[in-house]
């Protein structure tokens, strides 16, 4: 009897995870409307961008800000509430170390999003808006993803 429910909630599982293609239009529409949303609120705006870095603007700052708010407070809700995934595993945040390493991403980073006017999150909404040179930025942050998972051994902890 135990083993027939196993393996029926095993099957059930790779029943999920076969899921068909057209499985993953939810996640084009949430990506969609998500980049319709940056559209709309600016936050693809080169200008924008750069009224950020010259420190002319609030409106990015006011954006960045109120999103780690609410990243704050769903992290603490979760924690409260000992909320879990769809699936019914449990979300662990687990401590996070700190490495001089972050400093210097975080500043190439920086210095990159000044420049190009583009962070990875927005890249696909400008070329969705048809800001095509911004595919240059794309192929870019492509490479240094490899480039960094390449030398990623051999740098400094």
Same mark, same amino acid.
């Given at each position: 009897?135990?083993?027939?429910?196993k393996s029926?909630?095993?099957?059930?599982?790779?029943?999920?995870?076969?899921?068909?293609?057209?499985?993953?239009?939810?996640?084009?529409?949430?990506?969609?409307?998500?980049?319709?949303?940056?559209?709309k609120a600016?936050?693809?705006?080169?200008?924008?961008?750069?009224?950020?870095?010259?420190?002319?603007?609030?409106?990015?700052?006011?954006?960045?800000?109120?999103?780690?708010?609410?990243?704050?407070?769903?992290?603490?809700?979760?924690?409260?509430?000992?909320?879990?995934?769809?699936? *019914?595993?449990? @979300? &662990?945040?687990?401590?996070?170390?700190?490495?001089?390493? +972050? $400093?210097?991403? %975080?500043?190439?980073?920086?210095? *990159?999003?000044? @420049? &190009?006017?583009?962070?990875?999150?927005?890249?696909?909404? +400008? $070329?969705?808006? %048809?800001?095509?040179?911004?595919?240059?930025?794309?192929?870019?942050?492509?490479?240094?993803?490899?480039?960094?998972?390449?030398?990623?051994?051999?740098?400094?902890?």
């Amino acid at each position: 009897m135990m083993t027939d429910k196993k393996s029926e909630n095993i099957n059930e599982q790779t029943m999920i995870n076969r899921e068909a293609w057209y499985g993953n239009l939810k996640y084009l529409i949430v990506g969609v409307l998500f980049g319709i949303i940056f559209v709309k609120a600016e936050v693809i705006s080169w200008f924008r961008i750069q009224e950020m870095f010259r420190l002319q603007s609030f409106h990015m700052y006011g954006v960045i800000g109120s999103a780690v708010v609410v990243g704050m407070l769903s992290v603490l809700i979760i924690k409260k509430f000992k909320i879990k995934t769809i699936s *019914g595993d449990p @979300i &662990t945040f687990p401590p996070k170390k700190f490495n001089k390493g +972050q $400093i210097y991403g %975080g500043l190439i980073f920086g210095f *990159g999003w000044a @420049i &190009t006017g583009a962070c990875p999150g927005p890249l696909f909404a +400008q $070329i969705g808006t %048809g800001v095509w040179v911004i595919s240059i930025t794309l192929l870019s942050a492509i490479a240094g993803t490899w480039v960094y998972g390449y030398f990623r051994d051999k740098l400094p902890h």
